[in-house]
């Protein structure tokens, strides 16, 4: 039985685990704060170190080589890193930098191709043929999994599904675009949709949780409100619900896959989102195409980027997983 | 060198032709009015008809079989066409039907799949990798080719590009949803908001292309007025761009295809309509997705069903084309 790290590089934190080829286990799984503006060359130190560790933790197994899933743009083939504006990386060459540090063959990927493709391998969507899917946290990114194949597209952009347009005179996105789905149920976006709502003087303990400084209002406070029985939260919920159903419905009616999965902090809201994003999208994508198909949170929280990244190696270097 | 027969069937014609394997040539293009009201049998009758003269005119050349394209939803491993509104057929086994009739092995898939497939195969999109088009007239059908393969998903539904939702509080679509894409840019939705601003008064020669009448206007008529200089069609072909480059811009940020084609009665508006289309996808896709992708009107006009049908059973049959 062969081993591959895999490593998930967030905005916020690094998460590596050394992943058994089969799936049946992952080893070390260890992670630290990303700290992107103390610069490229620490960051690397970083992976590097955790990697180390996590392939510690795996002693005595044939570790064979690393996967890494980043945030993008970047090129599958050459392994460089083009642009990302929360790391500040400018055609950053990471796969060669992980293989000259740790003297194992590397792969790169986008890092919400790694999730969606570790949920289809041996999370919610296993073994399912046709499985898109959305990573919610600070943007929204997607990944496309068809015939078991990640799909890229012409230059491994495929899969923004989070710029996808849900309203075409709609709240601006950081990408510049009008109506993004991001613009509208993204962590940040789902908070500042409650702050408008406060800001209007809708009546909502929300900024009790946050001692009255709406600037501290998070996603999560939110589903924390909502949970709690607080109106204008559960009212904002269900808006996002909405909101990511439009999304779903289009996903569904483009691809007819077998699952929809969804991953991110987003999944903490539970049933109080599921519930209304799923009747969306029932009431608005064709019914033949919404009978086959689940809608699905993730099921392997934190630890799907470094399955996904794991596998995209072993698919790339082996020809399967 | 063998051949096989293309049936295309609209909601208006049936166009029939024969196709050399290697797609040089296309014997006996024949077509009449499908007269759907008259019932499944007799459109069975004048499509078994036209077949035959089609393959009267290939007279002396080796028909392997026939390639059918037709309105769905439709099952295309068991040939039936599950309910088509514009014809009026409900679980019609349409396959073997034509088989019986014709006695030649035949497939069966959707109108916009074979018509796209038929623009990837000879058209505009020849030789292109991954392909995403449209096909635009009483609705908006899509079809997919990645990787030289028609991407049917888990039920043969993908590709229901059309009813994407561009503006979820938007115009009412026949599909029941608001806001999709073909309630703006079918050629009857280009008509009914040509037709709106006439209502409100705006200053157009319009209604004298139709003696007055405002349910005659079609979308033909709109870029003829166009074409002739009058500035309220000219402004609904603009709206028509923007509408459609949202959707092209949808396509791009989660297809990355290498050519979006746009096929239908809408190429005749020409470069009045694709210049603003392009200009609206650039303006909200991502730069590295739309650097390496061309936005193209459609070849094939009128055939572009025909060879993708008889490509769809070339593929099928002989596992290539």
């Known amino acids: 039985m062969r081993y591959v790290v895999g490593i998930d590089i967030g905005g916020t934190n690094i998460v590596v685990g050394t992943v058994a080829e089969d799936g049946s ?32 933790a795996a002693r005595g197994h044939d570790v064979a080589g690393v996967g890494i899933g980043s945030p993008g743009p970047l090129n599958t083939t050459t392994g460089v890193v083009l642009l ?11 796969r060669d930098r992980i293989t000259e540090a740790l003297g194992l063959p590397a792969t790169l990927d986008n890092d919400a191709n790694c999730a969606i ?3 289809w391998w041996r999370g919610a969507a296993r073994g399912s043929q046709h499985v898109v899917g959305l990573t919610i946290g600070t943007g929204i ?11 890229r597209g012409a230059s491994d952009i495929a899969g923004e599904i989070g710029h996808m347009t849900i309203d075409l005179n709609g709240r601006r996105c950081k990408c510049g675009n009008y109506g993004c789905l991001e613009a509208y149920a993204s962590g940040p976006a789902i908070a500042a949709r409650a702050v408008e709502g406060i800001a ?16 501290k209002i998070t996603a999560q406070l939110v589903y924390e409100a909502a949970h709690d029985g607080d109106d204008y ?20 009616n483009i691809f007819n896959p077998q699952v929809v999965v969804i991953c991110g902090g987003v999944t903490l809201a539970g049933e109080r989102l599921f519930g209304p994003l799923r009747s969306e999208a029932k009431r608005r994508a064709f019914k033949p195409a919404v009978d086959v198909c689940r809608i699905v949170p ?9 399955y996904g990244a794991a596998a995209v190696f072993m698919r790339r270097t082996w020809g399967r997983v």
């Open 141 to 151: 990114g997607g990944g496309i999994v068809l015939d078991g194949e990640v799909y």
């Open 25 to 56: 286990e992952m080893l070390g799984l260890v992670s630290e704060p990303t700290i992107s503006e103390q610069g490229a060359n620490a960051v690397v130190g970083r992976i590097t170190k955790l990697a180390r560790a996590s392939m510690a």
């Open 200 to 215: 209007d003087g809708t009546d909502t303990s929300l900024p009790k949780y946050v001692n009255g400084d709406l600037s």
């Open 84 to 94: 990302t504006p929360n790391l500040g990386w400018t055609n950053f060459p990471l």
């Open 233 to 252: 939260a559960l009212e904002v919920v269900k808006d996002t619900a909405k909101f990511l159903g439009v999304g779903v419905a289009n996903i569904i």
């Open 117 to 119: 493709f570790g949920e």
């Open 298 to 306: 993730g099921e392997l929280t934190g630890t799907a980027g470094v």
